[in-house]
């Protein structure tokens, strides 16, 4: 089976543009889960879904965030307009609906520089 | 201040060296998780412990969750460099599905 897919693995654009970062769970999956990472912050947790219905968007830093999720197998995040501070490696994760398993299973990330 | 406090930060020992990574909490958790990341990738489980005490053995990784269920400790015996990544603890909050993660620990295994 594969895993969490995520486009681009690489993404470099200038302060004020629009940049939109995908994900396709694994099948079957429940939820899914978006994460930032930094050296500084580590791993942090901006937004999650539940059969495509956000649950909990409290990570989400700031109004340029947004996240969308149309369908079981397709999910956008989206920074308009993009800044430097947002540069970070953006990883989204999908979990199964079990009762006492938490266990997430991440894509490889996008690397987003913001020059 | 992390909800889960790993230690040490940063390892860096020889191959064929051992060494335990911890991760410690104020709170108990119903599950801890341990993660393993490397450079370029995403975080991959390798594990997860439920019963206060338990013991787990991925081959050479050894898993302990503490019997109070607010700690938890990895243990690699003879680490080879394929072992070099970083290495998280994670947990649920409450009842819901969100997880907190530790800092990390980053361990380099020198050939």
């Given at each position: 089976d594969?895993?969490?897919?995520?486009?681009?693995?690489?993404?470099?654009?200038?302060?004020?543009?629009?940049?939109?970062?995908?994900?396709?769970?694994?099948?079957?999956?429940?939820?899914?889960?978006?994460?930032?990472?930094?050296?500084?912050?580590?791993?942090e947790?901006?937004?999650?879904?539940?059969?495509?219905?956000?649950?909990?968007d409290?990570?989400?830093?700031?109004?340029?965030?947004?996240?969308?999720?149309?369908?079981?197998?397709?999910?956008?995040?989206?920074?308009?307009?993009?800044?430097?501070?947002?540069?970070?490696?953006?990883?989204?994760?999908?979990?199964?609906?079990?009762?006492?398993?938490?266990?997430?299973y991440?894509?490889?990330?996008?690397?987003?520089?913001?020059? | 201040?992390?909800?889960?406090?790993?230690?040490?930060?940063?390892?860096?020992?020889?191959?064929?060296?051992?060494?335990?990574?911890?991760?410690?909490?104020?709170?108990?958790?119903?599950?801890?998780?341990?993660?393993?990341?490397?450079?370029?990738e995403?975080?991959v489980?390798?594990?997860?412990?439920v019963?206060?005490g338990?013991?787990?053995?991925?081959?050479?990784?050894?898993?302990?969750?503490?019997?109070?269920?607010?700690?938890?400790?990895?243990?690699?015996?003879a680490?080879?460099?394929?072992?070099?990544?970083?290495?998280?603890?994670?947990?649920?909050?409450?009842?819901?599905?969100?997880?907190?993660?530790?800092?990390?620990?980053?361990?380099?295994?020198?050939?």
């Amino acid at each position: 089976d594969a895993g969490v897919i995520q486009s681009p693995r690489h993404e470099v654009t200038e302060m004020g543009q629009e940049v939109t970062l995908r994900c396709k769970p694994i099948s079957g999956h429940d939820y899914l889960f978006w994460y930032r990472q930094t050296m500084m912050r580590g791993l942090e947790l901006l937004i999650y879904f539940n059969n495509n219905v956000p649950i909990d968007d409290s990570g989400m830093p700031e109004d340029r965030f947004s996240a969308k999720m149309p369908n079981a197998s397709f999910s956008t995040l989206k920074i308009q307009p993009s800044e430097p501070r947002d540069s970070a490696v953006y990883f989204c994760a999908s979990s199964l609906d079990r009762a006492s398993s938490y266990e997430q299973y991440f894509g490889p990330g996008t690397r987003l520089t913001v020059t | 201040t992390q909800l889960l406090e790993q230690s040490p930060q940063f390892l860096s020992i020889q191959e064929g060296e051992n060494l335990t990574v911890y991760c410690n909490s104020s709170s108990v958790f119903s599950s801890l998780q341990w993660y393993r990341q490397e450079p370029g990738e995403g975080p991959v489980l390798l594990v997860t412990v439920v019963t206060g005490g338990e013991v787990k053995k991925l081959k050479r990784l050894t898993f302990q969750f503490g019997d109070a269920r607010k700690d938890s400790s990895l243990h690699i015996t003879a680490a080879q460099t394929g072992d070099t990544g970083l290495y998280l603890c994670a947990g649920p909050r409450s009842n819901d599905y969100k997880l907190s993660f530790g800092a990390g620990t980053t361990v380099t295994v020198r050939a």
